[in-house]
């Protein structure tokens, strides 16, 4: 790794994403944070764009988890070494201790964080990078993670068209689309607006049937009628039952290599 170090971060919580931000500043002067992110979609982006040296990932965010971005990172950004940030720590130290991959426990403690930047150092000046183990690693995460502990995911949704207020029944829904304040809620009868912000939509939609495909967009994944891929990668959903296609952005076209 050269002296010239990139991060990136991705943390929904902002009091744990400023702090692992000032205490890399005072641990790691050399590092440049590229990006802090919200949410695992945002994150993905980055990371293919920018190809950072390390991503630390919160393994539970809205819509795309740590887990998942890590995934995704095997085709998009594979040299980028992993830090899994988490609060879990009675299912996650026996799979880290491996040595895989680190991992931060919240709160963030300074002597803990020293320890963890030392070893991506020396990863780093092995060129240790192996798929194979963090893909176990993934799996065996994700079956050991805890249920989400939010509220039942969204059933049914108010917006407006026009003048006139619509209930929308969320199964209904062909997909969501961000749009400056509101968000396009796209259904076989036509487009309505909901002030909610696309973000906020993510961690209340059942994950198992939507699917983020685009920083901007969430598709039902029961409304998808087949999924197109060009020679460079890139991904174009069609729909059942509207006449437009769908963009899937490359850096998310991994989450749906098995379809």
């Known amino acids: 790794m050269s002296k010239h170090v990139t991060c990136v971060i991705a943390e929904d919580e902002q009091i744990f994403r400023d702090a692992l931000i000032n205490l890399l500043r005072e641990e790691w002067p050399d590092l440049d944070v590229l990006a802090a992110c919200e949410d695992g979609g945002a994150a993905l982006e980055v990371i293919g764009e920018h190809q950072p040296d390390i991503a630390f990932l919160d393994i539970r965010m809205p819509g795309l988890t740590g887990l998942e971005v890590a ?121 309505s607006l909901v002030r909610t912000p696309l973000r906020e939509l993510l961690d209340k939609l059942d994950p198992v049937n939507f699917k983020q495909i685009h920083r901007a967009t969430i598709v039902n994944m029961k409304a998808i009628a087949a999924i197109i891929r060009d020679d460079t990668g890139r991904g174009t959903v069609k729909l059942k039952n509207r006449p437009e296609t769908l963009t899937v952005s490359l850096t998310f076209m991994p989450l749906f290599k098995n379809m």
């Not at 240790?128 to 183990?133: E, G, L, P, S, W």
């Not at 969204?154 to 006139?164: H, I, N, P, R």
Request: without cysteine.
């Open 71 to 191: 995934s995704a990172m095997a085709e998009i950004s594979p040299a980028t070494q992993i830090v899994f940030v988490t609060a879990y720590d009675q299912y996650a130290i026996d799979a880290f201790e491996k040595g895989a991959v680190d991992y931060l426990l919240k709160p963030i403690v300074r002597e803990r964080l020293a320890r963890t930047i030392q070893r991506l150092k020396t990863r780093a000046a092995a060129g240790n990078t192996d798929a194979v183990a963090l893909a176990a690693l993934i799996r065996q995460l994700s079956s050991a993670l805890p249920a989400r502990t939010n509220e039942a995911p969204l059933v049914w949704l108010t917006a407006s068209a026009g003048k006139e207020t619509r209930l929308i029944m969320v199964d209904d829904v062909a997909y969501f689309q961000s749009d400056n304040k509101y968000t396009v809620v796209m259904t076989a009868q036509g487009e």
